[in-house]
């Protein structure tokens, strides 16, 4: 059974800095990893999706690596602002279209 | 282009009413998923559908609980006789294909009086 644990679970930061979120799972055979956020009482924004193929994957100021041996994602996000702030989720599905597996998420404030 | 709609955004109901909850997915997604998060736990699962099939319903409870998505309309959630253990938020997705990201809507937040 697929287990996703985030760390670090909240994360404040001042804004600029550039940070790391780490999720690793259980089960290495994944077929795709996606990165979302969620605001408070709103749903969840998708920011990227890393196929098992693919080591990385960049949007903007957010950059994905996977490393599938050790089960492991980070998501990089550099010079962070104070709209960064959120819960970042990680979540890994086992076969494409299936249902993603989710950690409980880092929370993350940047302030000002 | 909208995004996934669900309705209501919020929904209460007394102990032993039902529950029913709606996804409109994106234009052109045929993939609908449903998922809930209680109060301090992560999503988890419930139910993988396509037009007019169940594909997997693993994470759904036995009882009280089940899904559809016809040929037209929107995917319905229904919960039965709901208890106080019910209240959470539940989420819906959708996609195109299974290779494609899947797309959330806001979700409908369920309490239960």
């Known amino acids: 059974k697929q287990e996703v644990t985030q760390i670090p679970a909240a994360l404040s930061v001042p804004e600029g800095e550039n940070l790391v979120l780490n999720c690793s799972f259980t089960?290495?055979?994944?077929?795709?990893l996606q990165w979302f956020r969620q605001d408070p009482g709103k749903g969840l924004t998708s920011l990227l999706l890393?196929?098992?193929?693919?080591r990385e994957q960049t949007s903007g100021r957010l950059n994905a690596s996977l490393d599938k041996s050790s089960g492991r994602s980070t998501l990089y996000i550099a010079a962070s602002q104070p709209g960064d702030s959120a819960t970042y989720l990680c979540a890994p599905d086992n076969q494409a279209g299936t249902a993603l597996i989710f950690g409980k998420g880092t929370t993350l404030s940047v302030s000002s | 282009n909208a995004g996934v709609m669900q309705n209501p955004r919020h929904l209460v109901r007394r102990r032993g009413q039902e529950a029913r909850l709606r996804c409109s997915p994106m234009k052109g997604h045929s993939h609908v998923y449903w998922y809930r998060q209680l109060p301090e736990e992560g999503l988890k699962f419930m139910v993988y559908?396509?037009?007019?099939?169940?594909?997997?319903e693993s994470g759904m409870p036995k009882e009280r609980f089940s899904a559809e998505f016809p040929k037209e309309g929107p995917s319905i959630l229904r919960i039965q006789q709901v208890v106080r253990g019910d209240s959470a938020a539940y989420f819906c997705a959708s996609s195109p294909d299974g290779n494609q990201p899947q797309h959330f809507g806001d979700g409908t937040r369920l309490s239960i009086l």
């Open positions: 890393i196929q098992s193929s693919q």
């Open positions: 089960d290495s055979a994944i077929y795709n």
């Open positions: 559908l396509q037009k007019e099939n169940i594909i997997d």
